[in-house]
Nanobody, 118 residues
């Protein structure tokens, strides 16, 4: 069983930065990463990292977001810079899935809200 607990969300102005954290326990296969869901929209992949270290970003966040992990702390991070109002969403940490495909992920955190005002 894998447990995931996100933190670090909040409200910022456009152009600001936030760093999300996901504390993980347990063992997972394949990929782990960040997803988001805005009101009225489908959940979408943001950034994921595989067990082999391979990183994949959604086109919409390339160059602005950085995913990283601290294996010693079993924690996954998402550094978000140059935030835009369209980044406003509930952000979820997920584990044991394939790349940016939300439906493939088995374990999910409870989510943390990110709100970007213009």
């Amino acid at each position: 069983q894998v447990q995931l607990v996100e933190s670090g969300g909040g409200s910022v102005q456009s152009g600001g930065s936030l760093r999300l954290s996901c504390a993980a326990s347990g063992y997972w296969r394949y990929y782990m990463g960040w997803f988001r869901q805005a009101p009225g929209k489908e959940r979408e992949g943001v950034a994921v990292i595989g067990r082999d270290g391979k990183i994949t970003y959604a086109d919409s966040v390339k160059g602005r977001f950085t995913i990283s992990q601290d294996n010693a702390k079993n924690t996954l991070y998402l550094q978000m810079n140059s935030l835009k109002p369209e980044d406003t969403a509930m952000y979820y940490c997920a584990a044991e899935g394939y790349r940016l495909i939300p439906q493939s992920y088995k374990y999910w955190g409870q989510g943390t809200q990110v709100t970007v005002s213009s």
